[in-house]
């Protein structure tokens, strides 16, 4: 493959990659966005998400890389394994806010994110002591059409996560500056007492923050199975701080941000590892976080926190 | 009789708060029984498993301890702690091993005349091996760890407290990363081999965990010492003011930044210590020792103890490694045979050992929602007031007699504001502001809300930023600079919405007060040379004296934590902590607001006093007799504008006046305000 190759190829792939982490970095934003907590049950609950989405696949009869559908079965089986992911990883972080972090709202410190480290491990540990260590295979029901584009390959795969993602993504972003419950959670995001005077249910503005932050990192999860054709209990961390880094690259708190975040980080990574060492991968984009912290702490495109007195 | 009830009253903390250097008995008789059972631990008891185990456990109190300074004092989640504890084990193992062999060259003569390295000769030349001795070994990696501390520290520091978490987890998942590529330097994931034990005059320890024992005990011991000295000195209430409140900390005098990776490195060296000490123990070092779930092992320990408990983290982390190594095997096993017995396949397929780090998140997750203070929570509460305490006739002390504030007989002014314009995105929230306050004076700012008097506050002590203009303390350009030097340079304030450090005593409160006044860094809090007792038994005197200012409302009440008080003791406190940085300037916030008028006159009277010991005195109040009874000059602000400035009676006559507080209508009438 010639370097333009590489190149083309690499920005394939870094686009599905990054459709993956702006998704999971929606939910870091949406939720650091209200309560200005860095939700750590995040990283698992994506991972989570990819073991439903892994079942749900193998209880509608896909499992292994033999199966392939077309037309309807194919479209149904994909909405119905992102529904129920969705759905359930939605839920899952809704129980996580109202069990353990709602107690904690008004606590000063670092309560609250301890608690969430407390959450992600007790979800990764009771995937581990369930499934068990090593990595599930993913099913992947596409048929395998390709593209040839110069010398790179575009596969169906590569092009149903960049709609389904897009369509994800599109749609939060009317949620939250259409309707009435998204003013209400940019209210909220603005300042949670004048919200809470002029009407705001803050409560039902978090949870919602919850469900939806939760339900794309479920789809994140199925992404991830659909890309590397596996899935294990280990992934949540690495993609966790990746995508943390995409939310803080495109600011914090910053919907349009966190997905152009998300794509940067994907194809940071992507190129890396082409042009640099796989090996690096993660001190490249942690050094990319502690640069952005440094020099533009509200990211390329500001942030949207709190204010608080 | 002002200074006879001063002196009264303060005499009921003085028993207790003044003996600086006895630690309370009760903690003293826990500390030398535990040292003791511990040094006898591996005689009674000659298991060399347990006694490596113990040897874990204490390595792990380190650990903790070292973390308690960050997160239980300083308030600072660091998530990557583990990350220090590699950086110290790689300083000892790679100069202790046979990792690194340059060539031989004379510049390493001197090294090996120094014992550090030795000339091996190899047949294809002769290469040098180094050969660091553990003991100093145990500082270098101290001090190489606070470096990296300092370095990963500082970016984070500008930035809300959260990052720092996110950042230090990065950092804890890069160290392991490079220490698994860097292959040449560290073996890489095979891990280095060949670490050398350590000796002591001729004794080597090799692998019998005996000795490894009571090093671990002794640097337990150092370590609770350490902290302890830390805790009850000047840098330990900066630590915790910044915990409780950042930015009543940096008004108060408190440079953030310096004491957060103060708190930071300290935390860092134990890590690096206790480094050092784990690798020469196993002889070996790979990268996946040091990984995320240490980090957080090491935060269940301080989070299980109680974060901010010296002695509640050493138990935390004692608990939790004598859980994993002795008590999880057997209560499988029970758990295993009850199953067999109740015919619960469940219970019989249960494996806790497997199941420690399912364990560590409930843990956190428990310990968070329920009991936050840990199992031995760092403060105790003191005991109630007594009935009659609390109920004693209220004898107002006075500020007559407080010594230490000369009137300042000057000509220029105390407080010069010229042109100070405030913007928060549109709206302008003073526009090019004059003021004066002259020395000795006292000036009151009044307004209707939002008219820009608390914003004039900020804008002078340094917590907002100004467009243009220039504000001179004395003479001095005072606009641009952080509110900890605004406050070293002599003006104190007070809060509107009364900013204390709730979880810390009164006499806490009003020392973090005089922190820009002493001199104490955190190797005199260690050591406690005389000066340093001299200095801190001053400032514990000066504090009782600040507190009687309001006669037996607090001075009985000088250990208690102030979230125990009432509102207006509240306030009082807060005076008496902006009072005790001994400022030129006082800048007072609403200081009767939620005060009955009989308080209120009495706090009225008590500020009269200070400004008759020379004290400038700045004022933001909505009481207007409290006001005209004070003033000199009123200066009245609306929508970021000055509207009026004069005599307290022109001021109350002045249309523009009435019409931004009554409203137009009323201005045109001849309604006069009060």
């Known amino acids: ?309 | 009789m002002a200074s006879e009830a001063t002196t009264t009253t303060a005499a009921v903390p003085r028993r207790r708060s003044f003996a600086l250097a006895a630690t309370p008995r009760r903690r003293q008789m826990i500390l030398v029984a535990f040292i003791v059972a511990a040094a006898l631990f591996p005689i009674l008891h000659n298991n060399d498993a347990d006694i490596d185990a113990g040897a874990n456990a204490l390595a792990y109190a380190t650990l903790a301890l070292g973390l308690n300074i960050v997160v239980g004092f300083a308030g600072l989640l660091d998530l990557g702690y583990a990350a220090f504890f590699a950086i110290g084990a790689y300083t000892y193992g790679i100069l202790s091993s046979f990792q690194l062999e340059p060539a031989w060259t004379p510049f390493w003569e001197p090294f090996a005349w120094l014992e550090l390295v030795q000339r091996m000769p190899q047949p294809g030349g002769d290469v040098v091996h180094f050969t660091l001795s553990f003991w100093l070994a145990l500082p270098l990696a101290a001090s190489i760890a606070a470096f990296f501390g300092v370095l990963f520290g500082a970016p984070t520091l500008r930035l809300k407290g959260d990052y720092l978490a996110i950042v230090t987890l990065g950092f804890g998942e890069i160290v392991p990363i490079i220490a698994r590529n860097w292959s040449s330097l560290t073996s890489g994931a095979m891990g280095l081999n060949g670490i050398a034990a350590p000796h002591l005059f001729g004794f080597n320890f090799g692998i019998d965990a005996e000795p490894y024992f009571y090093v671990a005990l002794s640097m337990v011991v150092l370590l609770i010492f350490v902290s302890f000295r830390l805790r009850d000195s000047r840098i330990g209430r900066a630590w915790m003011a910044i915990r409780e409140d950042e930015i009543a900390a940096s008004a108060m005098g408190v440079d953030l930044a310096r004491l957060k990776l103060l708190a930071f490195a300290i935390g860092a060296a134990f890590a690096g210590m206790t480094g050092t000490f784990y690798v020469a123990k196993l002889q070996t070092a790979t990268p996946e020792m040091f990984g995320f779930p240490v980090s957080v092992m090491i935060l269940v320990m301080v989070v299980l103890g109680g974060m901010g408990s010296v002695l509640g983290v050493v138990v935390g982390a004692i608990l939790l490694q004598l859980l994993q190594s002795w008590f999880l095997e057997d209560l499988t096993t029970w758990l295993h045979a009850l199953g067999r017995l109740v015919g619960s396949d469940l219970l019989q397929r249960v494996d806790l050992v497997e199941s420690i780090e399912l364990i560590f998140g409930i843990i956190l997750v428990v310990m968070m929602l329920f009991r936050r203070q840990g199992l031995i929570p760092a403060t105790r509460r003191p005991a109630a007031l007594s009935f009659e305490q609390q109920h004693a006739e209220v004898r107002r002390g006075s500020a007559i007699g407080l010594k230490g504030f000369s009137g300042e007989k000057t000509d220029v002014p105390a407080l010069e504001v010229r042109g100070v314009t405030v913007r928060f995105g549109g709206l302008v929230a003073l526009r090019s502001i004059d003021l004066t306050v002259p020395a000795g004076g006292v000036v009151a700012v009044i307004g209707p809300n939002g008219s820009g008097k608390s914003t004039l506050f900020n804008v002078t002590t340094g917590l907002t930023r100004a467009e243009g203009g220039s504000i001179k303390l004395f003479g001095e350009e005072i606009l641009g600079l952080p509110p900890h030097k605004v406050l070293a340079r002599g003006a104190a304030r007070t809060f509107q919405n009364i900013r204390l450090f709730p979880n810390l005593t009164v006499l806490d409160n009003v020392l973090v007060g005089q922190h820009a006044r002493l001199r104490t860094q955190a190797l005199g809090a260690v050591l406690r040379l005389p000066r340093t007792r001299a200095e801190e038994r001053a400032a514990r005197e000066w504090a009782m004296e600040v507190i009687g200012i309001f006669g037996n409302r607090l001075t009985p009440r000088a250990l208690q934590q102030v979230s125990s008080l009432s509102y207006a003791n509240r306030r009082r406190v807060e005076i008496a902590r902006a009072i005790a940085s001994r400022p030129r300037v006082l800048l007072l916030d609403e200081p009767t607001a939620g005060m009955n008028p009989a308080e209120t006159i009495e706090l009225a009277e008590q500020i009269k006093q200070l400004h008759t010991l020379g004290l400038t005195v700045v004022l933001i109040e909505h009481k207007l007799d409290v006001v005209t009874s004070l003033a000199q000059n009123v200066v009245v602000l609306d929508h970021g504008e000055k509207l009026a400035e004069g005599l307290p009676e022109e001021v109350r006559r002045n249309e523009a006046v009435l019409t931004a507080y009554l409203g137009r209508n009323a201005g045109a009438g001849s309604a006069a305000l009060v």
């Open chain 1, 1 to 309: 493959m010639s370097t333009f190759d590489l190149l083309l190829q690499q920005t394939i792939n870094g686009l599905s990659l990054g459709a993956m982490y702006a998704l999971l970095a929606l939910g870091f934003t949406l939720v650091y966005g209200i309560l200005e907590l860095i939700n750590f049950s995040h990283f698992n609950v994506f991972m989570v998400g990819s073991f439903v989405a892994l079942w749900t696949l193998q209880a509608l009869g896909i499992s292994g890389q033999s199966v392939i559908l077309t037309g309807l079965p194919l479209v149904g089986v994909l909405l119905a394994a992102f529904a129920v992911t969705m759905v359930f990883s939605g839920l899952l972080g809704v129980a996580i806010e109202r069990i353990s972090l709602r107690p904690l709202r008004n606590v000063k410190g670092p309560a609250a994110m301890i608690t969430t480290i407390g959450v992600s491990y007790i979800l990764f540990n009771i995937i581990l002591l369930t499934v068990g260590a090593d990595s599930k295979n993913f099913p992947n029901p596409l048929p395998t059409a390709r593209f040839q584009i110069g010398g790179a390959i575009l596969e169906l795969r590569e092009i149903l996560i960049w709609v389904v993602s897009l369509v994800l993504m599109l749609g939060l972003y009317l949620f939250v500056q259409k309707s009435r419950l998204g003013k209400a959670m940019r209210a909220t995001a603005q300042d949670p007492e004048a919200a809470r005077m002029m009407g705001v249910e803050v409560d039902r503005v978090i949870i919602t923050a919850f469900f939806l932050g939760s339900a794309l990192a479920g789809a994140g999860g199925l992404i991830f199975g659909l890309y590397y054709n596996f899935t294990s209990f280990i992934i949540g961390f690495t993609a966790g701080l990746r995508a943390f880094t995409a939310a803080v690259l495109g600011g914090i708190g910053n919907v349009p941000g966190a997905m152009i975040g998300g794509v940067l980080i994907g194809l940071i990574e992507t190129m890396g590892g082409q042009f640099i060492a796989t090996a690096w991968t993660d001190v490249i984009i942690f050094s990319i976080l502690v640069l952005v912290l440094v020099f533009k702490p509200t990211g390329l495109f500001g942030t949207l926190t709190p204010t608080k007195s």
